[in-house]
Structure formats: structure tokens, C-alpha cells
């Protein structure tokens, strides 16, 4: 959601700005592992304005994105990330996040709702929707668990979130998108250090160390947690580069990729580059 849509949330979102101890003085924050000093932002055209989730298809070497509102997959050159092709394959809804799995695309819904679908790298075909049944929540972001095929979905927003200061994720099976009866990750707010609240709004698992890195647009916050969601990095973002961080991938390099809604400029994507040995 860009942030216009967001006015009547003001009060709510100033009190989250108090809440998390930020270092305005700072301008970057070092990523471990990653050369900030080589990072790159590249513009997005108009289409992507409200751009909600990126992820990399390694099979066709393109990246797949998804516009708020709009039930379309978007095709982008590696390079430029200029749009190659648009793909429908629903109505206009609110589409929060993507993710892929070999040929196998899926799509978040903020209600939980999953939409499954192939990819051949130029047409989508045999569209299948995945009905939520969990607790109630808003949901922004969901990470594929590809050892045991599943997807772990991580509320925004929730009661009992807000009630118990936690986050707590939902699993599914990623072949019928049933419950899959696991024992579900849990982050209590009280082990991060620089916030005292979280709001995820996109994530993405590293493709080497398997760490889950969580991005929170509200908070301004990346947290880096191991398989075992366990805390093992905190960085604040930069207000001015990442004013509305709202997706985030890796390549097949490992370079990491976080696209921003548009606010006061074009959306952008920023390239953050693996650091060399």
C-alpha cells in the first residue's frame, strides 16, 4: 500500500516511529556480508508504482514482481528491470508478496489467500488458489521452505501478535495449501534490540546460508534471523533510499534486491552486492 492510503493509520504509525530506536544521523548501515559502498538504485516504470513483491526465477534469469491492486506478474530484465512482459492471472486484489520455487510461482494475498501457478519464463498457466484457514491476520510476506515443502506465512499484523508481542508464522503445504501441523517459528519482540515492535512486510531466505531476512517498512528495520529463527542481525534502513521498502530477493549470486513503493519519487529497486573475497 503506498502511503496515501495510510492517513487515517498516522497516529498508529508515529507511535511505531517512537517505538524503534532510531539513529537519524546515519545515512547507510552496513549489511554483514554485503558492499553498501556498490549499492545501486534503479528506477522502476510507472506500472510498478506500488510494487509489493520481487522475486528471482533462476530457470529464465528474470525477475517476477507484483503490483498492489493489480492481479498481474510482472516479467523484468535482469539488468534494467525494465518490464519484458505482463502476465495476468487474477482480478485486482491486494497482492502482497511472490515467491518461486523451481517453476512453481506463488502469490500471497493479504488475507492469507495463496495463488500457485507455472512460469515457463514467458506464460503462466494452470492457476490454482489456495484458500486460508488460519487465524485471522494481515499478511505482507510468506518465505518457501524448500526442504520441507512448505510455505511459512508471516503476519503484518495481528491480534494475538499485538496482544502477546510476538510474531508468529502460519505453514502450508505448498502442493494443496493445507495446514501443514508443524511446530510454527516464533519471534518475541523482546529479543530485538533496536525496535520494540515488528510489522513484517517482505522476506527472503539467503540462498547459501539460509538465513530468513525479514524486512519491516514500517519500522525501517531488516532483521536477519538463522533457519532456527534465531536473532543474528539487526540494520536499520536508510528513510531517505528506502522510503517504502515493500520487496526483497536474492539472485542465484546471492546479491540482494530490495524494491521500494513509490512516494515522493519513482519505485525503485537498490542492488546491494555480495561483497567480493
Known sequence: MILTKRNGRLFFVLILFVACSADMSKTSVNINGYDYARMKEIALERPLKEISGIAY???????VAVNDEKGIVYVLDPKTFSITNKLTFGEEDDYEEIQVLG????ILRSDGTIFKMKFDGQTISSVETFSYTGPKAEYESFYIDAVSSTLVLIPKQSKNGTKEKQTTTYTIRTSNGKYAGV????LNWSELKSCMMLHPSAVAVHPVTKDIYMLSSIEKRLIVLSAAWKVVGEYELDRKRFQQPEGMTFDSESNLYITNEAVEKSPTVIQIPIQSN
Open 57 to 63: 526465477h533462476a530457470t529464465s534469469n528474470t525477475f
Open 103 to 106: 517453476n512453481d510461482v506463488f
Open 183 to 186: 511446530d510454527e517459528n516464533m
